[in-house]
């Protein structure tokens, strides 16, 4: 098992584009949740999905960000119109069931120029 | 307000020295204290947790509830341990993701 895995690791965006975030999560896990952590911070919940289903997303920023988990393919997290307070590293971890221990990636590294 | 704090972003200490990583929380009940670490290019880890009351790596964590305090302690520090190390809580009826993190110590362990 290849671990949960996201891509890409370093993303640089201009201000105003869009990025794009995956995470596949570990085989057998469809639980996924992102969280983002900002300079000098500790890692803050986003979004938890089920396959199709967001299931919570009271830490995702109500304009410019959305998340989804399709039944086929990687979860993304998606940060339209970029800006520089975006740049972060943006986790995500994944769980066979609700409540039981997450495993998390190896994070992507935003950069806003 | 719920919050953890780990004071140190960064702790340089020789290998075989003991090493503590101080981790203090503020939460109004009884919360579940858990360690996580991050080597070099790897993903987030769990290493410990408290109600576990177990030894993993050689690291232990003892939750001290007058203390408000539940910090990381290994007797005689490796090379290997050098890693970022965060400390987590979640409320009694928290979900599994609704972690409260510290933001991180950098543990450097000299040759």
């Known amino acids: 098992n290849a671990g949960v895995m996201q891509n890409p690791r370093h993303l640089v965006r201009r201000r105003g584009q869009e990025a794009r975030l995956r995470c596949s999560p570990m085989?057998?896990?469809?639980?996924v949740y992102w969280y983002r952590q900002l300079p000098e911070e500790g890692l803050k919940f986003m979004v938890y999905l089920q396959k199709e289903n967001i299931i919570d997303e009271s830490g995702m920023p109500k304009e410019r960000f959305s998340a989804e988990f399709p039944k086929e393919g990687p979860s993304i997290l998606r940060i339209q119109q970029v800006v520089r307070g975006d740049s972060a590293a943006y986790f995500c971890a994944s769980s066979p069931y609700t409540n039981t221990e997450a495993f998390f990636g190896q994070g992507t590294r935003l950069t806003v120029v | 307000a719920q919050r953890v704090t780990q004071p140190e972003k960064l702790l340089s200490v020789f290998k075989g020295a003991p090493v503590e990583l101080k981790c203090n929380y503020s939460y109004s009940g009884s919360p579940e204290l858990f360690w996580y670490v991050q080597y070099s290019r790897q993903r987030l880890q769990l290493l410990l947790r408290?109600?576990?009351?177990?030894s993993i790596k050689g690291f232990t964590a003892d939750l001290n509830k007058g203390e408000t305090s539940f910090h990381l302690k290994k007797p005689f520090a490796q090379e290997e341990d050098s890693a970022m190390y965060y400390c987590?809580?979640?409320?009694?009826?928290?979900?599994?993701?609704?972690?409260?993190w510290g933001a991180g110590t950098k543990l450097i362990i000299k040759p």
């Open positions: 987590a809580l979640s409320g009694p009826m928290d979900s599994n993701y609704q972690l409260i």
């Open positions: 408290h109600i576990s009351r177990e």
């Open positions: 085989k057998g896990h469809s639980h």
